[in-house]
């Protein structure tokens, strides 16, 4: 097998955890409080992989300026998307006593699926970078992005579901995103071959800014609003299992 098939491969199955969330939440009534604490717990899970896998990485291998310009980019990305998804509704409560409408339900689910897009296109790029030299994908990595994407599609689902959005939607959004890794995990094998650990640790940071990003607009807030004190707890449980898979790995 082409090593740039491998690559689309693996990034197509990291991207394909974000379809499994999604038909969770699709065929099964999850609770909103479990929704809460699941995304509580793949918060924690993005916050290890950016700072461990990601922004780490991408430091040693190509220095704190392009780190710091990528990071910053991809954070800067993803408040631009989200700015433009409140503008057709998809706001935040401002309260937690504050009962969601149809909209706010759909946006926040819209918005961590722009968040899953603006990582997981660089996420896979990672991935498929990782292979070359004839090393095996970065096992650390891909369970960082599986064990975080199903949290991401069960969570985001639940929202869009909630505010009546179709299968035909719902499922078209994830699948896209879902071809979007494989075909950039291809693509990074592929024209990476031989770039600059400076463009290499560009790509890699922004993936970590859009990360954290997204963690701090969306998933937490949103986690919070149901979870409460037990959002920090399962964060942090999300955090460490990152943490040791990694460190494992």
């Avoid at 954070?75 to 700015?83: F, G, I, P, R, T």
């Avoid at 498929?128 to 369970?143: P, T, W």
């Avoid at 994830?174 to 031989?194: E, K």
Wanted: aromatic share 6%; proline share 4%.
């Amino acid at each position: 097998m082409p090593q740039w098939v491998e690559a689309g491969v693996w990034g197509l199955a990291g991207g394909g955890a974000l379809v499994v969330g999604a038909l969770v939440a699709w065929f099964v009534r999850v609770p909103r409080d479990v929704v809460a604490v699941v995304m509580a717990f793949g918060a924690g899970v993005l916050i290890a992989a950016a700072s461990f896998e990601l922004v780490d990485e991408a430091e040693r291998t190509g220095g704190l300026l392009p780190t710091a310009a990528g990071f910053l980019g991809g954070a800067v990305a993803y408040v631009l998307a989200n700015v433009l998804l409140a503008r057709y509704g998809a706001r935040h409560r401002k309260r937690s006593t504050d009962q969601p409408t149809e909209s706010e339900q759909a946006g926040s689910g819209t918005a961590i699926a722009v968040g899953a897009l603006l990582d997981g296109v660089p996420e896979s790029v990672v991935l498929g970078v990782s292979l070359l030299g004839g090393g095996g994908v970065g096992v650390a990595m891909l369970a960082a992005v599986v064990i975080s994407n199903v949290p991401e599609g069960l969570s985001s689902v639940a929202g869009m579901k909630q505010a009546g959005r179709g299968p035909r939607y719902v499922f078209g959004v994830w699948g896209v995103i879902a071809v979007a890794s494989g075909v950039s995990a291809a693509l990074g094998n592929l024209l990476l071959d031989g770039a600059s650990p400076q463009l290499v640790a560009v790509i890699t940071a922004v993936a970590a800014g859009a990360i954290l990003a997204m963690v701090a607009d969306t998933m937490i807030p949103e986690a919070f609003d149901r979870a409460h004190l037990y959002t920090g707890l399962c964060t942090t449980a999300g955090f460490l299992t990152a943490f040791v898979v990694e460190r494992l790995g």
